[in-house]
Each structure stands twice: as structure tokens, then as C-alpha cells.
């Protein structure tokens, strides 16, 4: 695995359909959308773009950027395609999105941010809860299996599939492990990032889980204010919205793409 990964639709898809690119957060690889990219795919029967950030993934190699916007354009750079793109970001990757659609609007045609959160629109313990943190940090030292159950219990609510989740997490940790001076520079470039005080684009949409213990779901509820635009907010899901309940997530995304009525280019 050496660069972006695609998934289709079974039947192929129109050649004018905006294909989907997504994006993950901190220190989190494409594999970690497990059956989601594919189930997007088949939904919208379009294309679905699942890039790594550098530091992670197939690119585990790679320094992380400190900064989002450089994060952001060595995305772009390994594209190759320059768009329309509709995009959907978890948590940092939600940065990465608007950061994205800030920058260069002409290139997207939907934004989705799922828990994601801003330096300039919430508090800094909203947006990493303290116990979290420790947590996260004491994990660090531990086996990588052993901290992969941390991570998973504080990002998913949603445990029926722990075991099995939790052996393959393993298993991209130890094939593309993350350097820990990959992930200060990522947490620091998370923590800077400010975002722009009107929405970028009038097709965004804010999704996010009140079961979240990673971040709190205030901050999600912050953007959609200061943007003036739509909060969906799952009862009971975590952090890792499309491990609890993709179906749910699904729904909305497409439900947002029919109102866009850009399907097509």
C-alpha cells in the first residue's frame, strides 16, 4: 500500500459523479474506516477517496506537518486528480476538510465534519477532555494492544465487535506505527488550528455523537452556530461516529448531497 486508496460502487459509476474523499484524525490511518468507504461507495455509487496523513498509514515514514494547511497540501499533492471533491473529516481530518474548502472552494462541493472542533470557537478542555488526554497519553507507553483497547473505549461506544476491531487495529499499528514525535506534531498542529468565521461552503453539514468522551460534542454544536448551519447530533454514538453507526451517518450524508443537488458535476 503505497498511496490513496479507492473504493467503487459495484455497478460503475457515472463519469461526471464528484467522488468522495475522507479523511481521518489524529494518528489514525485510512484502514481505520473499516467497511464504511466501501458502504459509501455502494450508497451514492460514486467513488470514495481514502488518503493517509503524513505520519500515518502508508505513510508512517513521513514527518507530520505542524501545521493543518501543510497537513492539508500534502494531501492535495498526492491526488491525482484536482476535484470537485465532496468531503467528509473525523476529528482532526475535519480540519483538514475545512481547511480544504477554505482555501481552495472551487475544488469541493460538499463539506461533512464529523466531532470535529476549532481553537477559535471552543475551549481547549472542550475540545480534548482532560481524563481523555491523560489517557491517551499514558497509553503511549503500553503494548499495542493494550492501547488500542484504550483508544477504542474512548472513541466507540458501540463495543459488540471489540475483539475482532481491536486485532486488526493492532495489526495496522504494528505494519505502519506512529512515531510519538508524529503524534506531538500532530496534536499541535490540532490544537492551533483556527477555522474561518463563516462557513466556507453553503453545502456543510455537522455531525456529531453525545456519546463522545474524546471531545466534547459542545464544540461541534459551536461550529454549527457560528456557521449557521445544520447540527445533527446522535443520541447515544462516540467519537467514532461511522463505527457506531454508520447506517445513521449514511443517511445524512445522503439526505445533505439530495439538497445539495450536486450529485453531478
Not at 81 to 102: H, K, Q, R, V, Y
Not at 141 to 152: H, S
Request: proline letters at 8%; charged letters at 20%; glycine letters at 8%.
Amino acid at each position: 500500500m503505497s498511496g490513496p486508496v479507492e473504493y467503487k460502487p459495484a455497478q460503475p459509476a457515472e463519469p461526471s459523479t464528484i467522488p468522495w474523499v475522507l479523511l481521518r484524525g489524529l494518528a489514525r490511518e485510512q484502514r481505520h474506516w473499516g467497511s464504511f468507504p466501501q458502504r459509501l461507495a455502494e450508497q451514492l455509487n460514486t467513488r470514495v477517496i481514502c488518503p493517509d496523513t503524513p505520519g500515518n498509514g502508508y505513510r508512517y515514514r513521513d514527518t507530520s506537518p505542524q501545521d493543518i494547511h501543510g497537513t492539508l497540501e500534502s494531501v492535495r499533492s498526492e491526488l491525482n486528480e484536482t476535484g470537485p471533491f465532496n468531503l467528509l473529516g473525523l476529528s482532526m481530518g475535519g480540519m483538514i476538510a475545512t481547511e480544504w474548502a477554505s482555501c481552495y472552494p472551487q475544488e469541493v462541493g460538499v463539506l461533512v465534519l464529523i466531532n470535529s472542533s476549532f481553537a477559535n470557537f471552543s475551549l481547549p478542555w472542550q475540545r480534548l477532555r482532560p481524563p481523555a488526554l491523560c489517557k491517551v497519553l499514558a497509553s503511549l507507553a503500553m503494548p499495542t494492544v493494550k492501547r488500542e483497547g484504550v483508544i477504542f473505549d474512548l472513541i466507540c461506544q458501540r463495543s459488540g465487535d471489540r475483539r475482532e476491531t481491536l486485532a486488526a487495529w493492532a495489526g495496522f499499528a504494528h505494519e505502519c506505527p506512529l512515531r510519538r514525535s508524529n503524534f506531538g506534531r500532530q496534536l499541535y498542529s490540532a490544537a492551533r488550528y483556527r477555522a474561518p468565521s463563516a462557513a466556507p461552503l453553503p453545502n456543510a453539514l455537522i455531525l456529531c455523537g453525545r456519546g463522545d468522551r474524546l471531545v466534547n460534542p459542545a464544540c461541534s454544536a459551536a461550529i454549527a452556530r457560528r456557521w449557521g448551519i445544520t447540527l445533527d447530533a446522535h443520541p447515544w454514538a462516540g467519537h467514532d461516529l461511522t463505527h457506531d453507526d454508520p447506517d445513521w451517518v449514511l443517511k445524512r450524508i445522503a439526505c445533505l448531497q439530495e439538497r445539495a443537488g450536486i450529485t453531478h458535476s
